[in-house]
């Protein structure tokens, strides 16, 4: 069963998985892609062609744009900031210009933190909150700070 809260919109076409929540004041647009058993938080909001694997949980307050894939097991914190475009101008429009970046398998990433677009966060990585990742991330690694630094790595 999948349960959308009357406040949220889910808009015609995008594809929600099995056992997830959508909770107050959503929007998932229509090419959006989620998992399985995922819980997206108060006033999320979720692009086209955004693909969210299974069993993630995306906090309250997040906007996930389009250029973000994100795979299984990953935590979302309240009030993270994503970006996809790397020198945004309101009058130059970058539609076109969308750059990827890619959140593995088991991430964390901590409240208020902000990533810039065009990194990987590799699996099992935890980003402390509000922090500014603005580099690829190594896979059981913990980062933190502004710009974030490897505090420890480590294969547990």
Known sequence: MIYIHESSYVDDGALIGE???????????SKAKIGKNCTIGQNVFIADNVILGNNCKVQNNV?????????DDVFIGP???????????????????????????GATI?????????????????????????????????VFGNPAKVVSNNKT
């Not at 906007?63 to 795979?71: D, N, T, V």
Request: glycine share 8%.
């Open 79 to 105: 009030s993270v900031v994503f970006t996809n475009v790397k020198k945004p101008r309101s009058f130059i429009s970058q539609k076109d210009k969308y750059i990827k970046t890619v959140i593995k398998k």
């Open 63 to 71: 906007s996930i744009y389009e250029g973000l894939i994100i795979e």
């Open 19 to 29: 056992g997830t929540k959508i909770w107050h004041f959503s929007h998932i647009m």
């Open 110 to 142: 901590g409240a208020n933190s902000t990533i810039i677009c065009g990194v990987t966060i590799y699996e099992y990585s935890f980003i402390g909150a509000g922090s500014v990742i603005t580099k690829n991330v190594l896979a059981n690694t913990m």
